[in-house]
């Protein structure tokens, strides 16, 4: 039997964009992309997904990672967690959105999704491939209480205690993230104390730069 990973997007992204660059990181792997409509629907307990508990490895992006986060003490001992600009507070400081903006965001999402999207893809700055894009695209396709739900869970919630069952966790991050900051991802050391953390200088908010 195949090794399996699970990948959980970030906020409003379809992962699966990039699945042949993705795949890469384990070629012999059977890849499940979870859609973010299904991860919105389980944001609560992202352990609730089919095949969660019995991945061998669950990749995280932004919001994928915040969930996983929020859901540790449903994660199996033997399970590895490689986290992709992960945050402990989405509104923190350091970042580029406080609450107030994003819950007006997610007011925008019924009634002007194509506005709101349009400032998250600004805030990725300048890019030097088609990711914004394609991440644009696919996020206008998506359901706007899915998304609206997603933003609010990101207001509502943060990381603030130590990470239980902390082993076996690599946390990347890319120096040029406009998104998520690296003082951001940064603030997780003293909840991930166990976690390896590595930053990608080349690298933007984009997975296939983080990981390669």
Same mark, same amino acid.
């Given at each position: 039997?195949?090794?399996?990973?699970?990948?959980?997007?970030?906020?409003?992204?379809?992962?699966?964009?990039?699945?042949?660059?993705?795949?890469?990181?384990?070629?012999?792997?059977?890849?499940?992309?979870?859609?973010?409509?299904?991860?919105?629907?389980?944001?609560?307990?992202?352990?609730?997904?089919?095949?969660?508990?019995?991945?061998?490895?669950?990749?995280?992006?932004?919001?994928?990672?915040?969930?996983?986060?929020?859901?540790?003490?449903?994660?199996?001992? !033997?399970?590895?967690?490689? $986290?992709?600009?992960?945050?402990?507070? &989405?509104?923190? /400081?350091?970042?580029? @959105?406080?609450? *107030?903006?994003?819950?007006?965001?997610?007011?925008?999402?019924?009634? !002007?999704?194509?506005?709101? $999207?349009?400032?998250?893809?600004?805030? &990725?700055?300048? /890019?030097?491939?088609? @990711?914004?894009? *394609?991440?644009?695209?696919?996020?206008?396709?998506?359901?706007?209480?899915?998304?609206?739900?997603? $933003?609010?869970?990101?207001?509502?919630?943060?990381?603030?205690?130590?990470?239980?069952?902390?082993?076996?966790?690599?946390?990347?991050?890319?120096?040029?993230?406009?998104?998520?900051?690296?003082?951001?991802?940064?603030?997780?050391?003293?909840?991930?104390?166990?976690?390896?953390?590595?930053?990608?200088?080349?690298?933007?908010?984009?997975?296939?730069?983080?990981?390669?």
């Amino acid at each position: 039997m195949s090794k399996k990973w699970i990948w959980l997007p970030d906020w409003a992204s379809d992962l699966s964009l990039w699945e042949d660059d993705l795949t890469d990181a384990d070629a012999s792997a059977d890849h499940v992309f979870v859609p973010y409509e299904t991860m919105a629907a389980n944001l609560g307990n992202v352990y609730a997904i089919d095949g969660m508990p019995k991945a061998e490895t669950v990749v995280g992006w932004g919001l994928g990672a915040f969930l996983l986060m929020c859901a540790q003490s449903k994660r199996p001992k !033997s399970q590895k967690w490689i $986290l992709l600009s992960p945050f402990a507070d &989405f509104c923190d /400081e350091d970042g580029p @959105w406080n609450s *107030e903006n994003i819950l007006f965001k997610a007011r925008e999402m019924h009634g !002007s999704k194509n506005v709101a $999207l349009d400032a998250f893809k600004d805030q &990725f700055g300048e /890019e030097f491939s088609d @990711w914004p894009d *394609e991440w644009l695209e696919a996020a206008q396709k998506m359901d706007p209480d899915c998304l609206a739900e997603g $933003l609010r869970f990101m207001v509502q919630n943060r990381i603030d205690r130590v990470i239980e069952n902390g082993d076996d966790i690599q946390v990347l991050y890319g120096r040029m993230d406009q998104d998520v900051t690296p003082a951001m991802t940064l603030k997780l050391k003293e909840f991930l104390p166990k976690a390896t953390f590595k930053e990608r200088p080349k690298s933007g908010h984009w997975p296939p730069m983080m990981l390669f």
